[in-house]
């Protein structure tokens, strides 16, 4: 049975400017239907890689494809394939809301016999019929990002690329962006560039983050929390002899360490973080070994570190492999 095409296929991306690297040997590929999101702080290089894949910015060297065609040899064809939501989405202010749309799908090749249809399909999906005939200069933030929305995916495309969708949008409006974009999972490969973290972690089912134009880490939440921090995380508020802590700990799991130790209250009682590379569940032991030990324990409970904490940990650990190489030249 052949193996499908990858919706989107890149290989030793690199895009210089006057002598600056912008992206630096990028690989990645991305299942037909999946969600990705695309990571990275400001000026690492993740708007770059979305023009380029979207053919509006020639590589410097490296292969794209989207559903297998080569973005450098067959632009025209590869626009067809995606619907694309720039950062600072450029909208016509003087023009109403079923206009415009009207507009981009007549630009799209969509049939005048399928359009009408097809407009209201992504109106009622984009929560936007009320302003259908509303000037989009008039509208909210909220309502102009959607209209965008609306505009990218107008004419299923099979690949969608969106910038920054939620940006500038209150939690409202975000939490709607976020299940219009979850709704496409499966019908459409979507990447999105955001900065909200907790939106992606919700939305995507893969993420890859970017740095000074190189790929510091990719995979599912779980898997960068495993491959980046590398350890489980326990929170603990105990009273007794910091030795004897010390010696339950060890006997209890032999990779427990003390990461970070508080100062005791007036009851006695100090905070502490726990790691260990153990993934099972260790409480109920710890629990266990510290109430036999004599040792008055108050909370126990396991930190789950957010995709804003393996964020931070992959860019500062490249940072830092950056340093070095500079250091060594």
């Excluded at 989107?8 to 037909?32: C, H, P, Q, W």
């Excluded at 590589?59 to 973005?71: D, H, N, R």
């Excluded at 302003?131 to 107008?154: D, P």
């Excluded at 004419?155 to 709704?183: C, W």
Aim: aromatic share 4%; charged share 25%; with cysteine.
């Amino acid at each position: 049975m052949p193996t499908e095409t990858p919706a989107i296929e890149v290989t030793d991306l690199v895009k210089s400017y006057a002598g600056m690297t912008a992206v630096n040997g990028i690989s990645f590929s991305l299942a037909r239907g999946e969600i990705l999101g695309f990571l990275g702080p400001n000026g690492a290089g993740k708007s770059t890689t979305m023009r380029i894949l979207t053919g509006y910015l020639p590589a410097t060297s490296g292969q794209v494809s989207i559903c297998g065609e080569p973005v450098a040899s067959r632009p025209d064809a590869v626009k067809r394939l995606i619907g694309y939501m720039p950062e600072n989405n450029p909208l016509p202010e003087d023009m109403r809301v079923s206009e415009y749309l009207y507009f981009r799908g007549r630009l799209k090749e969509i049939s005048r016999a399928k359009l009408g249809p097809r407009i209201d399909e992504v109106l009622e999906l984009c929560d936007l019929k009320r302003v259908r005939h509303k000037i989009i200069g008039k509208l909210s933030k909220g309502f102009r990002q959607r209209v965008g929305i609306a505009e990218a995916i107008l004419a299923e495309p099979p690949v969608i690329i969106m910038d920054e969708p939620t940006i500038g949008l209150d939690p409202h409006q975000i939490l709607i962006v976020r299940d219009l974009i979850a709704s496409l999972r499966g019908r459409m490969t979507v990447i999105i560039s955001s900065h909200i973290l907790p939106e992606i972690e919700m939305t995507c089912d893969r993420v890859l983050i970017i740095n000074q134009g190189r790929i510091v880490a990719q995979g599912t939440p779980p898997e960068l929390r495993r491959a980046i921090l590398g350890h489980s995380l326990y929170e603990l508020e105990v009273a007794g002899d910091p030795g004897r802590l010390g010696e339950v700990l060890a006997a209890t799991e032999s990779s427990l360490l003390i990461k970070e130790t508080g100062e005791p209250d007036e009851a006695g009682f100090r905070q502490l973080r726990l790691a260990t590379a153990r993934e099972d569940d260790l409480g109920e032991q710890l629990l266990h070994a510290l109430g036999a030990a004599g040792l008055r324990v108050r909370s126990l409970s396991r930190a789950h570190p957010t995709l804003e904490d393996v964020f931070l940990a992959a860019t500062r650990r490249s940072w830092d492999v950056t340093a070095e190489e500079l250091k060594r030249k």
